[in-house]
């Protein structure tokens, strides 16, 4: 059984930081893609940043220079360092694995991410 599980939530204030991570289990994690995505009240889910199993890493135009995701391969594990926050980053964020082949895609449970001003 497939298990993503978020962590790393919480309040910042504007310009402060936190480190989101997520943990997996059941899956074998270098055949994944790893991402992360965000979905604000009244507003559909969107990707903020993936990295593939040897590093390789992508993010949306609002996050970039200030957002990092990173993967450690021996702890089944991906991370989201998030730096200068604003308040238009608060969601919830969903950790999300996509196999590299075939469709399988699973997601965590959400972690809440509030920058109050």
């Known amino acids: 059984q497939v298990q993503l599980v978020e962590s790393g939530g919480g309040l910042v204030q504007a310009g402060g930081s936190l480190r989101l991570s997520c943990a997996a289990s059941?899956?074998?994690?270098?055949?994944?893609?790893m991402g992360w995505f965000r979905q604000a009240p009244g507003k559909e889910r969107e990707f903020v940043a993936a990295?593939?199993?040897?590093?390789?890493?992508s993010y949306a135009d609002s996050v970039k220079g200030r957002f990092t995701i990173s993967r450690d391969n021996a702890k089944n594990t991906v991370y989201l360092q998030m730096n200068s926050l604003k308040p238009e980053d608060t969601a919830v964020y969903y950790c999300?694995?996509?196999?590299?082949?075939?469709?399988?895609?699973?997601w965590g449970q959400g972690t809440q991410v509030t920058v109050s001003t």
């Open positions: 059941g899956l074998t994690f270098t055949s994944y893609v």
């Open positions: 999300k694995a996509r196999a590299i082949r075939g469709a399988a895609d699973y």
């Open positions: 990295i593939n199993w040897s590093g390789d890493t």
